[in-house]
């Protein structure tokens, strides 16, 4: 394993370790990009996936379902298999606030304030996530959750 992934991986047991001791999340899959400038990690539960990847100034989390692929492509057949962490909250609380650009400076947002602030954003939600995502619940709420997307991008 390359030594974006190793430390990605060391940051995620660091930041997200409720993840592995209170809700039986597991890695299950480390991937280093082509160019070897990317990461990938799979977490899974006996409910639902969760996708890290990190880019080297960026870090983002997407949910999907035990079905969603273990790949780095968010879409399967033209349909989105993984979602946005931030989207799914927005969703779950039915906030649909226009998004503001951040004023945070884009050096000032290092991969240790993003990961912290990525753990602090699951943890609070993680129950409602899991209850959305449960025995693939999401797919029943599917249509719903891509109309509160459509209409947060139109507003």
């Known amino acids: 394993m390359q030594k974006i992934c190793a430390d ?3 940051l995620i047991l660091k930041n997200f370790t409720f ?3 209170r809700w039986g999340f597991e890695i ?13 990690i799979i977490l899974q ?12 100034d960026e870090v983002n989390i997407l949910l999907g379902t035990l079905s969603s692929p273990s790949t780095w492509d968010n879409s ?12 799914v909250i927005r969703y779950l609380n039915n906030d649909l606030t226009p998004i503001r650009s951040n004023t945070e400076k884009w050096s000032d947002r290092t991969i240790d304030r993003q990961m912290a602030e990525l753990s602090d954003m699951l943890k609070q939600n993680i129950a409602e996530i899991d209850a959305l995502f449960q025995n693939e619940n999401f797919e029943a709420k599917r249509n ?6 459509d209409k947060l991008i139109t507003k």
């Open 76 to 87: 399967q057949y033209g349909e989105k298999v993984w979602h946005y962490i931030r989207g």
């Open 19 to 21: 993840l592995f001791d």
């Open 28 to 40: 299950v899959t480390e991937e280093v990009s082509r160019f070897g400038d990317r990461c990938l």
């Open 45 to 56: 539960s006996s409910q639902m996936k969760i996708k890290f990847y990190q880019a080297p």
């Open 144 to 149: 719903d959750y891509l109309q509160f997307l």
């Open 8 to 10: 990605f991986h060391e």
